[in-house]
């Protein structure tokens, strides 16, 4: 059964760092993109960053880019996203989520394209 279990949310002032982590267990398909999204107060769920295992590539939507690092470790079946300079309009939950399907990571950066769901992980930006 697959699992998704996200951590390292909370509390941070505008300006600074956090890093959330994503543990995967009862992957038994090859290939997967693990994506996270993010759904603010009033707002839809978004997609922010996707990793590939087939060909290593990242997506990051344009709001994130240059402050979100998405990266993972196979060994440890862990999904990280290093995000830094935060804003307040980065307040969401963050959700961490998989598609077992082979494929690059833009073209399946997509919340239909799921297969697998976290529970989610607040982060609040605030001073």
């Known amino acids: 059964q697959v699992q998704l279990v996200e951590s390292g949310g909370g509390l941070v002032q505008p300006g600074g760092s956090l890093t959330l982590s994503c543990a995967a267990s009862g992957f038994s398909r090859p290939f997967y993109v693990i994506a996270w999204f993010r759904q603010a107060p009033e707002k839809e769920r978004e997609a922010i960053s996707c990793?590939?295992?087939?060909?290593?590539?990242?997506y990051y939507v344009d709001s994130v880019k240059g402050r979100f690092t998405i990266s993972r470790d196979s060994a440890k079946n862990a999904v990280y996203l290093q995000m830094n300079n935060l804003k307040p309009q980065d307040t969401a939950i963050y959700y961490c989520a998989a598609a077992f399907v082979k494929g690059g990571s833009e073209a399946l950066c997509y919340e239909d394209r799921m297969d697998n769901w976290g529970q989610g992980t607040q982060v609040t930006v605030s001073s």
């Open positions: 990793v590939s295992n087939a060909d290593n590539s990242t």
